[in-house]
């Protein structure tokens, strides 16, 4: 079997490329085909544990969840993970390469083209239609010597391509007609369609400038798209989704407060706490205060845990969070942040930014040290309170001290995390608890919320469904499968 493709690339970043990719995943898989997605390079730190033990971007998770396929780490080979002083991890094939700055990567990409071409390879070999997104813009022409995400991918595969413009964000028709006119030749020869995202209103009233975009670029319209409001009830790809407003929700019993810090990573562990009505998430950034009346802080994971806890003191949520702790409120670490509590952080390697050590905020009697390899995997168990879980694990690190006596968890025989001698402050390395609706119901009701049966699963898979028929009813998918090749 060799699948026929599909490039998705954008006029910029943000513009819908991965929700429209993940819509129509689902959409084919209705229709009865075997649909894989692949994503040449990605930068996020919102990843996600394949079946075969490596990690990809979390895009690309949601993706294959829409396409009902196990994730692949050859969905997405190259994954960059900013950190702070050494630039990027590297991870490729699902497994940490290295570490490179900018200007490192640049000279890097050629030697990862062949492994991106050979995952994207097996993928072909496996499926009836893949169906690729994109990174950034299809017009950094700056960026395009060497190029692995966008139009040197599309030529080195000889892949067709369609172009994505927001229209949300103004000046749809410059965009999609500049990226005609700054491309090569040869590059804007590849696009053989054009979508527009994100409408609002009469879609009557944008008849004219579709008919303009297709007359001046020689691109045939796939489609006008509009606003799906319900993409917000999918994971986010990366922490641009954090920027966005934050619908408050002033009535609920339970407020939970979350630091958001530069290198905040896996942020989806966010997510099925806003969506239960009785919670209010209340990002708290830099110039702000952690609200004294809040229930619960939740530090969640960090790509840089040293370099985020030092921001973290700067803005004084340190001093925000031991009033929280006095006053009998709880705290909960998640990965890095559990990292945060104890007494010492050591990065002796350099693993994530220059070697070295620094105290802890001091809320956990235990230690860490990041060192050795990334534990990455699927976990199932039971809490502290005999309840079942499940989860991910990905980090790199080993933590040790007398609070680890009260695990947090037992994961496949072996305890996890740790908690102070009151309760109130617990820490664990595992993602993903609060999708699990056994470890949400019992938090909520440990907070004194009620417990609203929401099924979290059930909800994103049928968030999906709508999406795919959002997408049979705007886009031209019959068109769309005759460009693939």
Not at 129 to 137: P, T
Not at 215 to 225: A, F, N, P
Not at 444 to 459: C, H, I, K, N, Q
Request: glycine share 12%; charged share 20%; aromatic share 4%.
């Amino acid at each position: 079997m060799t699948a026929r493709s599909l490039m998705f690339q954008g006029t910029g970043s943000d513009v819908g490329k991965s929700l429209v990719v993940a819509g129509l995943a689902r959409a084919f898989t209705m229709r009865g085909l075997k649909v894989l997605p692949f994503k040449p390079q990605n930068m996020s730190n919102n990843a996600a544990v394949t079946a075969d033990g490596g990690e990809i971007g979390r895009a690309q998770a949601l993706q294959a969840r829409a396409a009902k396929v196990p994730l692949s780490v050859h969905m997405n080979p190259v994954l960059l993970k900013p950190q702070s002083d050494v630039g990027a991890q590297v991870v490729v094939q699902g497994r940490v390469e290295g570490n490179a700055k900018a200007a490192e990567y640049q000279h890097l990409k050629p030697k990862l083209m062949p492994r991106v071409l050979e995952s994207f390879e097996l993928l072909r070999s496996k499926a009836d239609l893949v169906l690729i997104e994109g990174a950034g813009s299809a017009s950094e022409i700056n960026l395009r010597h060497n190029d692995i995400a966008n139009m040197g991918f599309a030529r080195a595969a000889d892949v067709p391509v369609v172009l994505i413009g927001d229209i949300d964000r103004g000046g749809v028709i410059a965009s999609l007609a500049g990226t005609k006119l700054v491309l090569e030749p040869q590059d804007a020869a590849m696009i053989r369609g054009f979508i527009v995202n994100r409408f609002r209103g009469d879609p009557a009233l944008f008849a004219d400038g579709m008919r303009m975009i297709a007359e001046r670029t020689g691109w045939q319209s796939i489609g006008l798209l509009p606003h799906f409001a319900d993409a917000a009830r999918l994971p986010a790809e990366d922490a641009l989704g954090l920027n966005g407003p934050t619908v408050r929700k002033p009535d609920a019993k339970i407020r939970i407060a979350v630091p958001i810090l530069a290198h905040i990573s896996n942020f989806d562990d966010l997510d099925p706490l806003e969506a239960e009505p009785d919670v209010d998430v209340i990002r708290v950034r830099n110039g702000q205060a952690i609200p004294g009346d809040c229930d619960l802080v939740l530090l969640v994971g960090s790509k840089a845990t040293i370099s985020d806890l030092a921001a973290l003191r700067a803005a004084g949520f340190d001093v925000d969070i031991a009033a929280h702790v006095r006053r009998g409120g709880q705290v909960l670490g998640l990965c890095g942040g559990y990292q945060m509590l104890g007494t010492r952080i050591s990065d002796p390697e350099g693993i994530e930014g220059p070697p070295g050590s620094v105290e802890g905020l001091g809320l956990l009697d235990v230690e860490t040290v990041l060192t050795g390899d990334k534990r990455l995997e699927a976990v199932s168990g039971t809490s502290f309170d005999g309840i079942s879980l499940s989860g991910y694990e990905m980090h790199v690190g080993r933590t040790i001290g007398a609070d680890c006596a009260r695990r947090f968890s037992t994961v496949g025989g072996t305890a996890d995390g740790a908690g102070s001698a009151d309760g109130r402050v617990r820490g664990t390395y595992l993602h993903g608890l609060f999708a699990d609706d056994r470890q949400r119901s019992a938090w909520l009701t440990r907070l004194g919320g009620t417990v609203s049966g929401l099924d979290y699963e059930a909800g994103v898979d049928e968030v999906l469904d709508q999406l795919a028929a959002h997408m049979e009813r705007h886009l031209d998918l019959d068109g769309l499968l005759t460009f693939a090749r």
